[in-house]
């Protein structure tokens, strides 16, 4: 049974900073690419960082800068660093994880939300 498990995420003011985590299991955590998305009320679910299995990166021109994706092959996590946080980053964030060999295998965590607000 596959599992992708998001945690850290919360309210924050503008200008801070939290760290995501997702931990994946009943997967061959090397065979995926790794990738988070965001989905913020009323609006399309976005892709925010990808990071492929020998941590090549990529992200949205709205978090370039300020976010940080990693991940620990050994540990089966991903993460996603946030600095500098404004309002709009709000949204509920999702863990993703791609197959490399075959589309079809595509898995969603549950989310984990993320408001920034004074």
């Known amino acids: 049974q596959v599992q992708l498990v998001e945690s850290g995420g919360g309210l924050v003011q503008p200008g801070g900073s939290l760290r995501l985590s997702c931990t994946a299991s009943?997967?061959?955590?090397?065979?995926?690419?790794m990738k988070w998305y965001r989905q913020a009320p009323g609006k399309e679910r976005e892709l925010v960082a990808v990071?492929?299995?020998?941590?090549?990166?990529n992200y949205a021109d709205s978090v370039k800068g300020r976010f940080t994706i990693s991940r620990d092959n050994a540990k089966n996590m991903v993460y996603l660093q946030m600095n500098n946080l404004k309002p709009e980053d709000t949204a509920v964030y999702y863990c993703n994880a791609a197959n490399y060999y075959r589309t079809a295998l595509t898995y969603w965590g549950q989310g984990t939300q993320v408001t920034v607000s004074s």
């Open positions: 009943g997967i061959i955590f090397s065979d995926y690419r």
């Open positions: 990071i492929g299995s020998s941590g090549s990166t």
